[in-house]
Nanobody, 123 residues
Framework: QVQLVETGGGSVQAGGSLRLSCSAS????????MGWFRQAPGEEREFVAA????????DYGDSVKGRFTISRDNVENTIYLQMDNLQPSDTAVYYC????????????????WGRGTQVTVSS
């Protein structure tokens, strides 16, 4: 079992930046991939970014490429999401996910989830 806690959400103006963190604890049945998803009211959960825990390879959704950066700290068992040039369309609850298949973008491919952190971007 893996427990995930997200921090770093908040409110910013368009063009601003935030950094999210996700701390993992517990024992995982698999640890091939971790990532971030987001969900706005009335919308489906959207893939944002993913990273392989051991190798560090990354993958990004098209809507955030060039603006968001995912990274990891193996010592602290933490992943991060640096979000730059935020836009109102980025407003959503951001969820950390773990125990996923490397390369997967489907939320159903991830077994463990945090409770989410709100990101609000105003114009």
């Amino acid at each position: 079992q893996v427990q995930l806690v997200e921090t770093g959400g908040g409110s910013v103006q368009a063009g601003g930046s935030l950094r999210l963190s996700c701390s993992a604890s517990g024992r995982a049945s698999s640890a091939y991939g971790m990532g971030w998803f987001r969900q706005a009211p009335g919308e489906e959960r959207e893939f944002v970014a993913a990273i392989s825990w051991s190798g560090g390879s990354t993958d990004y959704g098209d809507s955030v490429k060039g603006r968001f950066t995912i990274s990891r700290d193996n010592v602290e068992n933490t992943i991060y999401l640096q979000m730059d040039n935020l836009q109102p369309s980025d407003t959503a609850v951001y969820y950390c996910a773990a125990e996923g298949i490397v390369g997967a973008r489907d939320p159903n491919a991830f077994e463990s989830w945090g409770r989410g952190t709100q990101v609000t971007v105003s114009s």
